[in-house]
Structure formats: C-alpha cells, structure tokens
DNA sequence: TTGCGTATTGACCATACGGTCAATAGCATG
DNA sequence: CATGCTATTGACCGTATGGTCAATACGCAA
C-alpha cells in the first residue's frame, strides 16, 4: 500500500535488489561455493554467513531457505568439496607397465603435482587440521577416503615391488611403511601451508630428495651391509 | 557508602568476588596460561575472552590490564609457550658417539618420543597450519625456529655420515634432503592431529619404518644396482 | 493474461563478544 | 594505624553475528 505513494522511477524508494530466481539445482552450489571460499579464508568460527551471502552475492536469508545453520553449511560445504579424489590417481597407476619402482615414482609425481597446483585440497587440509576435533566427520573423511586409500595403493604397490624383485622382501610386511613412504609429500603440504608458497621447502627438490632416498631405501641390496 | 546499608553477613549483597592480589609476574604467566588453553581448544576466532578469563579465574577486565587486545594475547600466549624448544637436542646430539647411523636413530628417537607425549607442542602445530596466515609471525617463528634449525641439524647428521663413510656421498649435497628425512616425523605429527591419538597411524610402528626405510637409503651400497 | 508456488529479500531480534571504565580493595610502606 | 599505589572487579557499551519471518516478486503453467 505505501509504495503506491512513491511510484517514481528513481531506483532509491522500494530498491528492490536485483532478484533473480535461480532453480535450487543452480542456488544451492552457487552457495556452497561462496561457502567453501568463506570457510577457507576464515575458518569455522571466523568465518560469517553474511560473507558467505555477499560472496554469493545473495541476501544472507536465502541461505537458510537451503541450509538450516551454519554448521550444516559446513558440512555440506565439506562434504561437496570433496569430490572424487583418488579415482583418477587409482585408474591411472596400474595401467602404467614397467617396472614397480617406475610406478611408483610415476605415483609420488602425481601426488606431488597435485600439491603444487591444488590450492583448493590445501584449504580443504587445513580446515581438516584446524576444526577436525570439533567435527569428528571431517576426521572420518580423511581416514577413509584419504589415509586409507593412498596407503592402500602404496601398499600395493609395495607388494608388486616385492614380487618383481625389485624391492626388499621386508617391505611388503612392515606396518605403517606406506604411510612411512608417502610421509614426505604430506609434510611438504602442510609445510607449504604454514609456510606459504615462497618461503616453504621447495616442492621440486622434495620429490627428488623424497623419491631418491625412497627407491635407495627400498631397492634390494647386493650385499646386505651389516 | 550505599553498603553501609547492607551490612548483612550472607554473601549476596556487594558480592565482592574473593579478590587476591596477585604481583604482575605472577598474573602474567597465569594469564598467559589460560589462554593457551582457550586458544588451543578453539582456535583463534573461536576463543572468547571471558573463557580465558574464567580458566584463569579472574574478571574478563583484568586481562585488559596486562594486555591490550585479543591479538596481542595471542602472540604473547604463542611466543609464551614456544619456549626453548630445541636445545636440549641440539646440545644431546653430538655428544653421543659411535657410528653416526645411530645418532641419526637416537635424533629421530627423540623427535618421536616429543610427538607421541607433548601435548602442548602438537596444539601450537594446530595453531601454526590454522591461523599462520593471519599472523605471519607464527610462520616466521616456525620457519626460524624450528624448521630451520631441525633441517640444520639433519644436515650436520647427513653430512658426518658422508665423512665417516656410512652414507652415499651423494646425500651432502642434495637439496631438500634434510627436510625428506625429517619427514615422516612431521606428517605423523599431523595424523595425530587431524585423527587423534587412537586413530592415526601407529607413532612406534610409523617410527621403524621410517627408521628402516632411511639407514637403507642413506648407506652406502656394496654395488649400486643399476 | 492471470494465478500460484516458492525463491528471494530486507528488516528485525536476541545474544554474544571485544573492549572500556570508574569504583574498590588488597598490600606494601611509613 | 594511616596512606598511597595499583591490581582487580563488575557493570556497561557498541557492534557484529547467527538466525527468524512476513512480505514480495519471479517465472512457470493454464
């Protein structure tokens, strides 16, 4: 009723914010776009839903017409960034022929040029670090999608090495070796996370120094020296 | 003088809060104290004043009185409990004889054993990998503090190893190498953090492969396999 | 063109939090 | 016991934030 006493053409009186209707298909990971942007220049606690609205460039109610509050956002956040991670790296590996040691240099420069590109995995890590003991369900992920599924495959690969000669028998049956093996490239993450890609060890001379010591310390040995 | 009206003997009426005047070099550390366990449970952003405040027992304002701001407590709580954190294993590292495979096993030992207790170092890590991007002196602090003089002292290691013999020439110059062999320690550390202490890889177990792994690609081969 | 369902807004609320300050009381000194 | 310094309190302030809701207008279907 009022407005129909201010029908002038000026875009001041009602300002009715450009509205564009969008399907919930489109909105919702317009959202959790914003979302994981918000969250991971800020943190849980510092992050705020109006930011995660002006990014979205929406208004800070819409949001919860698609999530019921913020930790839910950041679940859903987590969980959407979260794509398919290791099925690529998977598929890729064993089609490679060769020798194992082969293989798995081939598999270390993968996760290494991951690392270096990858700034997204690296804001998903942190917040993993920062908020795991405060949502178990971030932890969980890491364990089963991404501990257990790289130190599968590097289990694995260990077994093939073993089997082809290439590699000391003793490898294939040493707890945590995988998680041993593929360690430097976790550090180097997390260094450069702390670090920031200038200062932080250098990537490329990490592989090399990682997959040097690594092939040396697995390799046979002609004579065991004692 | 309105308490001249209230003279009564139960507590309620002024209610004066048990007051016990503390000297400044006493309040500081208790403080200071405090707030590494707020900040350290919540993270930055998450940490409330009035939580510090009542960890510490005191009233919320006092803090103000020894220091200026949120921010300036938690430098001053990082700097705090980033105390001397390596001379003892600098000045224990040498003094050991014997072939220095096993010193470099003795300095390994020693860093595992600070992961697998140390609570208080793996709370600062969190705080480093969470919040050093908006405070660049804890990434300025690690870098000189700790990564640096670890990687130095690793290096000293690599390169006796070289001069008594024990370990391929080629590890002396290899850039980056200090930090592959100090890896796993790190990377375990951030298991532990991301998955709690029953959860992540096994620290002892994590320890012998990594042991393992590293005096046999360090020492010198009999044959290079080729 | 009309009508309807709902995506979208903006104003609003309660609260929580960082920070301030005048008043107060513990303690050392004389 | 009187005095003065200051450590300590608790009430207070402005703001920012998570969350709510009634009103609104977009776009589809009839």
């Known amino acids: 009723m009022v407005q129909h006493e201010i029908p002038s053409r000026d875009e001041t009186p009602p300002r009715t914010g450009a509205r564009r209707r969008l399907a919930p298909e489109a909105r919702t990971p ?20 109006a930011g995660v609205a002006t990014r979205a460039g929406i208004a800070k109610g819409l949001i919860y017409h698609y999530f019921p509050s913020k930790s839910a956002l950041f679940l859903a956040t987590f969980r959407a960034a979260t794509g398919p991670a290791f099925e690529a790296a998977e598929r890729r590996i064993f089609v490679t022929g060769g020798p194992v040691r082969a293989m798995l240099a081939d598999l270390i420069g993968v996760a290494y040029a991951r690392l270096r590109e990858a700034e997204r995995e690296r804001a998903l890590f942190r917040l993993m670090v920062a908020e795991a003991d405060r949502f178990p369900e971030l932890a969980r992920f890491y364990r089963e999608e ?43 993450s997390v260094w450069r996370l702390i670090l920031g890609k200038d200062d932080a060890p250098d990537l490329a001379a990490l592989q090399a120094a990682h997959l040097d010591l690594l092939l040396a310390g697995l390799a046979v040995r002609q004579a065991p020296a004692r």
Chains 1, 2 share one sequence.
């Open 146 to 188: 991404v501990l257990s599924r790289a130190a599968g495959l590097v289990h694995a690969m260990l077994h093939a090495g073993v089997a082809s000669g290439e590699f000391r028998p003793e490898v294939a049956e040493m707890p945590c070796l995988a998680e041993a093996v593929m360690a430097p490239a976790v550090a180097g």
């Open 30 to 49: 317009q959202i959790l776009e914003a979302a994981f942007a918000e969250f991971a220049e800020r943190g849980y606690a510092g992050a705020r839903m």
